[in-house]
Structure formats: structure tokens, C-alpha cells
């Protein structure tokens, strides 16, 4: 059966990791001043050597150790579980790293208010937990500021109220009325009910002197005094022994301190009668009085956690309904809602939306096309050398287009222009893109909006899924859309649907150039704008143009002017050419029968441009779209769960602040029904134990 300190040491490290004012085990704090031989105490306690050294090495954080006896172990093994760190079983290391987190605290904040905890299991130790104060006197006599000093004291005095137990450790050869850790004790126990004096270097004074401080007399303390040697003296003179710190370390040193401590006490039996001698009754003691102390904080203990607990509870019965939540749960549901938004977004992002999105992007460069080729009027210079173009006025008035191989040239290469554009890569990049929009939609629908690691690791998902097709993909489009680069055949119905749809883009068209030009006009002012465009146009008649408008000035009109100017110009001839189209493409009989589709360019790259949307879309929704469907929800598995460890699920989840609210008040309830229930084990058996010894 496990004894009841150990259980409480538990229960204690168990609660260590949340914030509490109440629930308070009692711990045993060990101070002294330099030299009084601390470290040696506590390493001969532990049985190893383990703490940091040097000259000027003060310990700037408390260090919290935590000793549980390990009866059948073969090796003492340390752990830093802050640290994540276990199984250390080389304590040069542990003094390393004891050593690193100790300097890591800078000189001028001297003391730091984080402890470090260090667990250590041995045959040899008992269950204690122990604390090593930061060098509270010697920083009290040096000359620090008075903040620091200040600091330095709430946090020393925190750690010597009670429930803690003081072990004030002395030199026997420094006198007591000058030890600096009995006086700081006094002041924290003024009874001295909680202190227990452990007189060290016992061996450096004449073992009459020695039991005279060991007797109790002159300071008296309820536990009493004990008195020790922790190191063999290195130059031994009184026992000649051979031992010598240079050539002994580690478990052989604890051996021989062992040895000589036995046997000086033994040797020396009759002085020290009446007294508490050795490091092995030390133990014992600490033992004792722990377990004394534990047993007495057992109910307040057990109080303390019932009403922290039902504290708790209230308040996530009140916050958060009762509603368990881990962050594994939390992760797991936010991508569930994700993958089932997929899920319902292959349905509602069919073929029909994807095809009008890439015929929109496709009109867009038909209306491009047309406005280079076709609507952009030369400037025909009257009388120059220029080889004025057929005005595209002239198209609507032949009669006979059979014959005419300058609109037949014109339309072919246009149409070539159209179907060469590349149209893999553009359909396949257009829904690549449209496809992670519409996926960080979808998060943005989920609470993992609230977190911009996750966003951008979801992202990331897409973009691998789709990215991993998207070459192959784009060829295959281009494969498949190849026929009409040759010949394109269109049927009836196919071309009255272009001829409204060329209509209404004609239209659009032309109520954007209106609303620019409207815009300047009101930029400018109408009678201004007039008078410059009049100016230009005339200029344009006297075959000036270039000569003229190069110049700073003109008739007052600034450069900018004269290009809004040319702007204007530009945009009333687009507007009446659009008009002219707008009508024509409308009204003509022409334009009804896809045999006319050389006067009637607007449809007809209007019915290729359908033509290689539909092809597109077709094999785009088979070879990237379903295959997206299916591998997306997979690599969200992926990278969500196989590649997530368990703190960083945790740090994702505690990223809304919300949520970590939510995760840690759960955590901080379930810790404390296990504490609770640990406490209430304890309980059990203590009365158990009583009825026993009651009826025994
Ligand atoms: P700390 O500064 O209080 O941690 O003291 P240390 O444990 O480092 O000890 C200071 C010095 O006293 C060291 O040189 C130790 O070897 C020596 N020392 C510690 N305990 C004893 C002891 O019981 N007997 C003798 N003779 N020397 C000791």
C-alpha cells in the first residue's frame, strides 16, 4: 500500500498545474546561508550530486524536488516534467540542466517567481517533497535595490508560511546566534512549531560544543535539531581518513559521507547521547514530520478541493451547459463540419456554375478579341500612306460575304486567337482558384474561421489536392478542347442562344463605354470636354495631329486635357461602333442564320467560346472536381490528424479564446473530480486505519 504522503505528494503535483489559493499541502522548504552547507544536505538526501555549483552560484529560482522511493528500481532516475524531460539517469546532465534554467534567469532580475520542478525516483530516497529557496539571506545582506529586496522577500515568505515545514540549516562551527536561517525562520515560525534545525559540518567542532547546540537549549525548536555531516572533510586531520572530494564523485562519494557520518557518530557515541544525529535519521524525521503534517492537512485538503470543485462545476454548468470539450473533440468536430460542407458544396457547385464561370471569363476575351480586331477603329489618315482598313460600317453592307477573304481572314484568325488562348491552363487555373475561394467559404462557416493557423493549413490542403492535378489536368483540357482549333460546326439552336447572349454582352458593352464617357464629361465638364474634342477633331482634319498634340500647350488646353480628349474621341467612336453592332447583331436578318457568321462575328465566337466551356467543364468535373471530392477530406485527415501531435492540437484549439476557456475549465474540473477522488481513497483507508487501531 502506498503511504499517505506519497498519495498526497500526488494529489499536490496533481494540482500543481492550476491556480489556486486554497488548496495548500504542506511541502518541506529548506534554507540557509552560503556555505552552511545546503546543497550538501539536500544532495545527501537525495543521494546524489545534483546540484548546481561554483563560486558566486546562487540559485535564482526555488527549486521544487520532489522525491519518491522507488523500492525496486535498479537506477535513480530524475524528470523535469515541465520540461517534458524523463528518464534522465545521468546527473551530471540533471546538474546541466539545473544549472542552465537557473542562469537563464538574467542577474539584474535576480530571483525569479517560477519555480522548477524536479522529480527524482531512488531506492534511496524517501517520499518528500522539498524546496530549495532562492538565496534568500545572502541576497538580504547584499546591496540590492530596494524593490528587489522586496520581491526577493514576498517570494521567500510565501514559501515559509505554514502549512510548510522550515528545515533551517546551521554550521556548527559559525555561531548560532549568527545563523541567518534560523532568524528567517523566526520570523515566519516565531514558536518554532514548524522548523526543524539541521546543524551541519558537525565534524569541524568539538563534539561537546556540538551537542550543546544539538540539545535544544539556547534556540529551542518543538522538532528539535539534528546534526549531520554531509561532506567529508577534504583534509582530514581528526580521522585520517583517506577520502578525499578529488578523487571520489557520484554514488561512490554518498557512500563513503554514508561511512564516515556512521562512523564519527559512532565512534563518538557517548557525547552525542540525548541527540538526533545523521543524515539517515534526518530522513527519517522529515519522513515523520511530513507524513504528520500531510495526515493534519488531510482535511482541510480534502475541504479545500470540494469547494474548489463545486466552484468549478457551477461554472461550467453556467458557461458552458455542462458541454464536455477536449481539444481533440474540438478539432474533430470543426473538421467533420468542414468535410461535410465539401460534401454539400460538390452538389450545389455543379456543372452549370462552373461553366458559367468560365464562359464569363471566356466572354471577357471574346469581348477582348473583338475590340482589337473588329470594334477598334483605325485612325485613317486622310491623304497619308497610311493603308486604310476596310471600316468595320462596310460589314453590314455587303451582300454577297462569300466571296470576301478580308472579313473571312479577319474572323478566322480571330476565332484561331480564341481557341489558341491557352484555354487548359485558364480553365483549369479559373476553377483551381474559384474552388479554394469557395473553401475558405466553407471555413469561414466553421469556428475555425477563428483560427488563422488552421485557415491557412486547410488552404494549404486544397491547393495540394488540386495542385497535384493540375498540370496533367490542364493538358488534358487543351487535348480534349484540340478539335475546334480545326473546325468548329455549329447548329442552329446552339447559334440563336449565341445571338443573345452576343446581344446582351453588345448591350453591357455598350452601357459601360456610355457610363465612362459619361463620367468623364462629368470629370471635365460638358462644354469643356466639347470644346477640347472639337479642338482634336480639327487638328485631326488639318493632318496635324502628331505635330500639334505633342506639344506642351495647346490653345490653352493642359496634356492631361488633350488626353482626356483623345479619351473621349476614342470612347464616341467605341459607342457608335457598339451601336451599330448592337443593332445589326439584333435586327438583321443577316445575323439570324449561322451561314452569315462572317458579318457576324459577335455570335459566332460567341457559340466557340460556349463550345469550349461546355468541352472544358466536362473533363474538368471528371478529372479534377470529383477527384478533389475525394481526396480532399483525406488530406485534411492528414494533415489535421496524423500530423498533429497532441500539444499542438491542443494549442490550435486554445487558440480562440473562447475555446480555451471552454478546454480549460474542463481540464481544471476533471483535475480536480481525479484529485477528489485520490483524496476521498485516502480518507478511506485513514479511517479504516483508525477503526483498526480503535478496536485493536
Ligand atoms: P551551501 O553553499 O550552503 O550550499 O554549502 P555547500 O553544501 O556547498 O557546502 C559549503 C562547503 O562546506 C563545501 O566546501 C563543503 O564541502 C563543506 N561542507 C558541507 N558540509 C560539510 C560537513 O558536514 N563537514 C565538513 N567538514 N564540510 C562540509
Redesign the pocket.
Known amino acids: 500500500m502506498m503511504n499517505l504522503t506519497r498519495q498526497m505528494i500526488e494529489i499536490r503535483n496533481l494540482l500543481a498545474s492550476i491556480d489556486h489559493d486554497t488548496i495548500k499541502l504542506p511541502s518541506i522548504v529548506v534554507i540557509?546561508?552560503?556555505?552552511?552547507?545546503?546543497?550538501?544536505v539536500l544532495e545527501s538526501i537525495v543521494g546524489q550530486e545534483f546540484l548546481p555549483?561554483g563560486s558566486n552560484m546562487v540559485t535564482r529560482r526555488p527549486i521544487e524536488l520532489t522525491l519518491i522511493n522507488t523500492p525496486d528500481a535498479a537506477a535513480d532516475v530524475a524528470e523535469f516534467p515541465a520540461l517534458k524531460m524523463h528518464n534522465l539517469t545521468d546527473f551530471q546532465q540533471v546538474q546541466k540542466i539545473l544549472f542552465d534554467l537557473n542562469m537563464a534567469v538574467p542577474e539584474h532580475e535576480c530571483i525569479s517567481n517560477d519555480p522548477i520542478q524536479i522529480t527524482v525516483r531512488s531506492p534511496r530516497v524517501p517520499d518528500l517533497s522539498l524546496v530549495d529557496l532562492p538565496g534568500y539571506i545572502q541576497v538580504e545582506a547584499a546591496d540590492q535595490p530596494i524593490e528587489l529586496k522586496q520581491k526577493i522577500r514576498q517570494l521567500c515568505n510565501r514559501y515559509l508560511e505554514a502549512p510548510n515545514i522550515i528545515l533551517a540549516?546551521s554550521a556548527a562551527d559559525v555561531d548560532l546566534a549568527n545563523s541567518a536561517a534560523l532568524r528567517a525562520s523566526r520570523v515566519a515560525d516565531p514558536r518554532g512549531e514548524r522548523t526543524i534545525g539541521v546543524v551541519?559540518?558537525?565534524?569541524?567542532v568539538q563534539p561537546e560544543l556540538a551537542t550543546a547546540i544539538l540539545t535544544n537549549r539556547k534556540y529551542p525548536l518543538k522538532m528539535g535539531y539534528v546534526g549531520?555531516?554531509?561532506?567529508i572533510?577534504?583534509a582530514n586531520k581528526t580521522s585520517g581518513s583517506l577520502f578525499s572530494?578529488k578523487t571520489v564523485s557520484g554514488y561512490q562519494a554518498y557512500v563513503a559521507q554514508q561511512n564516515f557520518e556512521y562512523n564519527y557518530f559512532k565512534e563518538n557515541k557517548e557525547e552525542f547521547t540525548g541527540t538526533t544525529t545523521g543524515t539517515r535519521n534526518l530522513k527519517k524525521k522529515l519522513m515523520k514530520v511530513l507524513e504528520k503534517s500531510m495526515t493534519a492537512s488531510l482535511r482541510p485538503t480534502h475541504f479545500a478541493i470540494q469547494q474548489e470543485l463545486e466552484e468549478t462545476s457551477y461554472q461550467f454548468k453556467v458557461e458552458f451547459n455542462d458541454r464536455p470539450l477536449t481539444p481533440q473533440m474540438y478539432l474533430a468536430n470543426n473538421i467533420d463540419a468542414l468535410k461535410l460542407a465539401t460534401k454539400e458544396l460538390s452538389h450545389h457547385f455543379s456543372r452549370a456554375e462552373l461553366k458559367s464561370l468560365l464562359k464569363n471569363e471566356l466572354d471577357q476575351k471574346v469581348l477582348n478579341l473583338l475590340a482589337e480586331r473588329y470594334w477598334n477603329k483605325p485612325f485613317s489618315l486622310k491623304n497619308s500612306n497610311v493603308v486604310v482598313e476596310p471600316d468595320l460600317r462596310e460589314l453590314s453592307q455587303i451582300s454577297n460575304i462569300d466571296d470576301d477573304t478580308y472579313w473571312h481572314k479577319k474572323l478566322d484568325l480571330t476565332t484561331s486567337s480564341l481557341t489558341k488562348l491557352g484555354v487548359g491552363r485558364l480553365s483549369t487555373s479559373l476553377i483551381t482558384n474559384a474552388l479554394v475561394a469557395e473553401v475558405e467559404n466553407l471555413v469561414d462557416i466553421t469556428q475555425l474561421r477563428n483560427h488563422p493557423m488552421a485557415k491557412a493549413a486547410v488552404k494549404d490542403a486544397a491547393k495540394s489536392v488540386l495542385g497535384a492535378k493540375y498540370y496533367s489536368t490542364a493538358d488534358q483540357v487543351e487535348n480534349c478542347i484540340k478539335p475546334y482549333k480545326y473546325e468548329i460546326e455549329i447548329e442552329d439552336r446552339e447559334w440563336q442562344t449565341s445571338k443573345e447572349n452576343a446581344v446582351k454582352l453588345l448591350k453591357e458593352e455598350l452601357r459601360q463605354a456610355d457610363d465612362v464617357y459619361n463620367y468623364l464629361k462629368k470629370l471635365i465638364g460638358g462644354r469643356k470636354l466639347q470644346q477640347v474634342v472639337t479642338y482634336l477633331e480639327k487638328l485631326n482634319q488639318n493632318q496635324s495631329l502628331d505635330l500639334d498634340l505633342n506639344s506642351k500647350e495647346a490653345l490653352g488646353f493642359s496634356p492631361q486635357l488633350i488626353e482626356k480628349g483623345k479619351e473621349a474621341i476614342f470612347l464616341k467612336d467605341r459607342i457608335s461602333l457598339l451601336k451599330m453592332r448592337y443593332l445589326f447583331v439584333k435586327n438583321s436578318k443577316k445575323c439570324k442564320k449561322k451561314e452569315n457568321k462572317y458579318q457576324c462575328p459577335e455570335i459566332f465566337l460567341d457559340a466557340v467560346s460556349s463550345k469550349i466551356a461546355s468541352t472544358s467543364i466536362l473533363f474538368l468535373n471528371v478529372e479534377l472536381l470529383s477527384d478533389f471530392y475525394y481526396n480532399f477530406p483525406r488530406e485534411l485527415d492528414l494533415k489535421f490528424f496524423t500530423n498533429l501531435t497532441k500539444e499542438e492540437i491542443e494549442r490550435f484549439a486554445k487558440e480562440d479564446p473562447k475555446i480555451k476557456k471552454h478546454i480549460e475549465l474542463q481540464e481544471r474540473k476533471d483535475l480536480l473530480e481525479n484529485a477528489m477522488s485520490k483524496i476521498e481513497g485516502v480518507l478511506a483507508i485513514q479511517r479504516t486505519k483508525k477503526t483498526g487501531n480503535d478496536s485493536g
Open positions: 540557509g546561508s552560503q556555505s552552511s552547507g545546503k546543497s550538501s555549483k540549516i551541519t559540518k558537525v565534524d569541524l549531520v555531516i554531509t561532506k572533510p577534504t572530494r
